[in-house]
């Protein structure tokens, strides 16, 4: 196992609501990023947080916003939500910038069903 | 062009069997390359990186191609827990750290 949790696995919302989905990243790593994996595709990156900053997006609208705190873990807030949010949100962490960012280690993910 | 493009398949092969996966990419300033398993309804897992100079673990092999930005995965003596999607996945531009191809399925069968 990566030692990546995220909580909770499952989730069922109404379009309109508000959502936040959690990830403690691996001991030691300092990165988080998030993506979301629809049906059928592969993942689609969101966005990235190194040491409690913001430091990369992906063509994901302003209602998608995240957190990281001082111990690394991370969270997804998501507004308003439609229907075409309904798929599997993951969380990946890695150390540091440079190369490293990219050897990322993926927790079960959480999977949102917007109704 | 999408960034990284894959075969969907299915690929069904018989158990022993060798299976070769290709994926091409678009940004040539792409610098990391991996081969990701994915299991039904589980997280991606990185199966390996990709070099240069093509490396092997075990029964896989993966080669790239930077002229023609292209990578391989060449399995041998598939097993039927080969079973799974493999996502393609390469660095991406600015700060998209990676960007993943939509997968190829593959089923071993007995």
């Known amino acids: 196992e990566t030692g990546v949790t995220q909580s909770p696995t499952h989730l069922i919302k109404t379009r309109g609501q508000q959502v936040t989905l959690r990830c403690s990243s691996q001991?030691?790593?300092?990165?988080v990023s998030w993506y979301q994996q629809a049906l059928g595709q592969g993942p689609q990156f969101i966005f990235q947080?190194?040491?409690?900053?913001?430091?990369g997006r992906g063509n994901f609208p302003p209602r998608f916003s995240g957190l990281q705190f001082p111990n690394y873990s991370s969270e997804l807030n998501v507004n308003a939500l439609e229907l075409d949010d309904s798929a599997l949100y993951l969380c990946?962490?890695?150390?540091?910038?440079?190369?490293?960012?990219?050897?990322?280690?993926f927790g079960p993910g959480t999977r949102l069903t917007v109704t | 062009r999408k960034e990284v493009e894959q075969d969907p398949g299915p690929f069904n092969v018989p158990e022993g069997a060798t299976v070769a996966f290709n994926c091409t990419y678009s940004?040539?300033?792409?610098?990391?390359f991996f081969w990701y398993r994915q299991d039904c309804r589980k997280e991606p897992k990185l199966l390996m990186s990709?070099?240069?100079s093509g490396n092997e673990d075990g029964r896989f092999t993966a080669q790239l191609n930077r002229a023609s930005q292209y990578i391989s995965l060449l399995i041998r003596d598939s097993k039927l827990s080969d079973s799974a999607t493999y996502l393609c996945?390469?660095?991406?531009?600015?700060?998209?750290?990676?960007?993943f191809g939509k997968g190829t399925r593959l089923s071993v069968i007995a």
């Open positions: 990946a962490s890695s150390l540091g910038s440079g190369q490293l960012v990219y050897e990322q280690y």
């Open positions: 001991s030691g790593h300092n990165t």
């Open positions: 947080y190194y040491r409690e900053e913001e430091n």
């Open positions: 940004n040539s300033a792409s610098q990391s």
């Open positions: 990709v070099y240069s």
């Open positions: 996945v390469v660095s991406g531009e600015g700060n998209t750290p990676l960007v």
